[in-house]
């Protein structure tokens, strides 16, 4: 195993004014037990982009996606420092409605998880909890959430039809429905076509890209040419902390650091 140095590392600060930045965190660290997962990271999001989260498995990629909408304060144990700026607010302070929260920042998993419910029904619940219930404004909403992920021609004469009946493609793209349908800034999407054959891959990829015009995305992917085919940056993570972020085409042609170069050119380790 190689051996890299851990400070050499290389962050772009995006130049662009404080309003093109839709999240960031400052020295971010995350711990699960004794074990620290995240050791300080700091990296800024641009707004309607798409970013990419790359690097070996075991490198903390989702400890970090899923701290950015609090998700891992449902495992025990864990403990988060440093900020997670979202329009002036740290999402990491204690004040935070973690519920109301999630209405901005939404999450999709890597494993399509619709509920065993209708497709209607899948999209409408989150919508109903939060108080909506006016039938027209929902059916709406299914509407142009089922177009935005790109399945709705496939499923408008079916709304009532069983999610689990859908295949993991369009379960998948139910479940970005879902997460789009509350109308969130940021969606974050943990390798989403990870469960997926290659046809469903480049549906779910094509519906990021369209997506982009109207939120930042934040993706996880072990997938390289996933990575460079969709994102406008990309991140490379190591032991927890990011070697290099930079624009995906900088990190795909001239990586600055030794440790990006061997893994997007599989010479890793
Ligand atoms: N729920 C958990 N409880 C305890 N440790 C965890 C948990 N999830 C991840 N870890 C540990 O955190 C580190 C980073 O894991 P993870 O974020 O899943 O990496 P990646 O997504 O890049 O594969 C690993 O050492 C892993 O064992
Ligand atoms: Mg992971």
Not at 119 to 146: C, M, P, W
Not at 232 to 241: E, I, L, P, S, V
Not at 250 to 260: C, D, G, L, S
Request: include cysteine; charged fraction near 25%; glycine fraction near 6%.
């Amino acid at each position: 195993m190689k051996e890299y140095n851990l400070d050499d590392t290389h962050i772009v600060q995006l130049n662009e004014t404080e309003q093109n930045i839709a999240l960031a965190t400052d020295d971010l660290h995350v711990w699960y037990g004794s074990n620290e997962a995240i050791k300080g990271v700091s990296l800024q999001f641009e707004k309607n982009k798409i970013t990419s989260l790359i690097g070996p498995s075991g490198c903390g990629k989702s400890t970090y996606l899923r701290s950015l909408n609090r998700m891992n304060d449902e495992i025990d144990g864990t403990s988060i420092t440093g900020k997670i700026l979202y329009k002036n607010t740290d999402l990491n302070s204690k004040a935070v409605d973690v519920f109301e929260m999630r209405k901005h920042v939404g999450m999709v998993f890597q494993r399509p998880n619709p509920f065993s419910k209708s497709i209607y029904e899948n999209i409408t619940f989150a919508l109903k909890r939060h108080g909506k219930k006016d039938k027209k404004e929902l059916d709406e909403i299914v509407e142009t959430s089922l177009k935005q992920a790109a399945l709705w021609d496939q499923v408008k004469d079916n709304l009532n039809k069983s999610a689990l009946a859908l295949s993991g493609g369009q379960q998948q793209r139910l479940c970005i429905a879902r997460a789009i349908a509350m109308k969130p800034d940021i969606l974050l999407l943990d390798e989403p076509a990870s469960a997926l054959d290659p046809i469903s891959t480049s549906k779910v990829e094509e519906t990021l890209i369209n997506l982009k015009e109207d939120y930042t995305i934040v993706i996880v992917t072990h997938n390289m040419q996933q990575a460079s085919r969709i994102s406008d940056y990309t991140a490379f993570f190591y032991m927890g902390k990011v070697f290099e972020y930079d624009k995906t085409r900088k990190i795909f042609t001239r990586p600055k650091i030794q440790a990006t170069d061997d893994y997007v050119s599989g010479h890793f380790g």
